[in-house]
């Protein structure tokens, strides 16, 4: 389904419910999914934000002077 739609609480009351659950579950499973990405994204900024300390600390950042 496009996620770009919005529905109408007009719309909402309207469908069947059988719809209305369909759309629910869907948008459940759709939610899940960008919490597993959002937690991934999270650690390797975590990680990438160690490495950047860890190359302040060890004073390998590149030098070009």
Partial sequence: YDMAFK???DQLNKMD???????F??????MEKLTKETHALNE???FLMEQIS???ID????KES
Avoid at 59 to 62: A, E, F, I, L, N
């Fill in 44 to 46: 390797k900024m975590q």
């Fill in 25 to 30: 579950l869907g948008l459940q499973d759709h």
């Fill in 59 to 62: 004073g390998t950042k590149s």
């Fill in 17 to 23: 419910k059988t719809v209305i659950v369909e759309l």
């Fill in 54 to 56: 860890f190359m302040e």
């Fill in 7 to 9: 529905y109408t609480e």
